[in-house]
């Protein structure tokens, strides 16, 4: 069932938002070769509990860390640990802060050092595709016009992503319906109306599209070990547009 938010939990939604931003420009700041995935997690959950939210990850199905590191091939869910970022390296960052109740959820790819040309495309165009997806969002259209815009603008420049990880409805949970699919048909799916808060997330691979879990249960990795990004955020959709919540205000 698809929730539609009040004014109010959208202001709640709003704050953890701002916070999850934070922590974002708190990393961009930070993260530099020699550190360890484990080191980013702590300073994420600082920021997160600093400004009176807790962190959505910890705990979440079992995750074991506050905020999802994912190096290079790994795609989404990578577990914070004593792997140490190498010059050169991606880092992404999901982060999820709750506020009251109301989770906000976004997530950032990483430069840590000198990072090659064909690997800063990947991520230019990953977050780009974020950017065509919201171009999507008002009132009337429907999901399957978000992820179109995101499909046809990532497989354009010869990237993929997998339809096993998708975007979703967000609010008193972190995931809710809808799914929000980064592989779909224009005019299908859930009707966007008012009141609707989402997180559209573009994951993608250099290669193909298929992949499969590490051994740990968690990391990601396509088949073909290409590298991989992901750009997210949480937005509400309102009377003619949508409005990012995870960004600073
Ligand atoms: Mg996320
Ligand atoms: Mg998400």
Redesign the pocket.
Known sequence: MISLKSSREIELMDRAGTVVALVHKRLKEEIKPGMTTKHIDQICEEVIRENGCTPSFKGLYGFPGSVCTSVNEVLVHGIPGSQILKNGDIISVDVGACYKGYHG?SAWTFLVGDVDEKTRDLCRVTEEALYKGLEQVRPGNRIGDISWAIQSYVEAHGYSCPIEYT??GIGKSVHEDPYVPNVGRPHTGPILKRGMCI?I?PMVFMGKPHCHTLDDDWGVVANDHSLSAHY?HTIAITADGYKILTKED
Do not use: Q, R, Y
């Open positions: 959820d975007g979703h997180a997330e997210e």
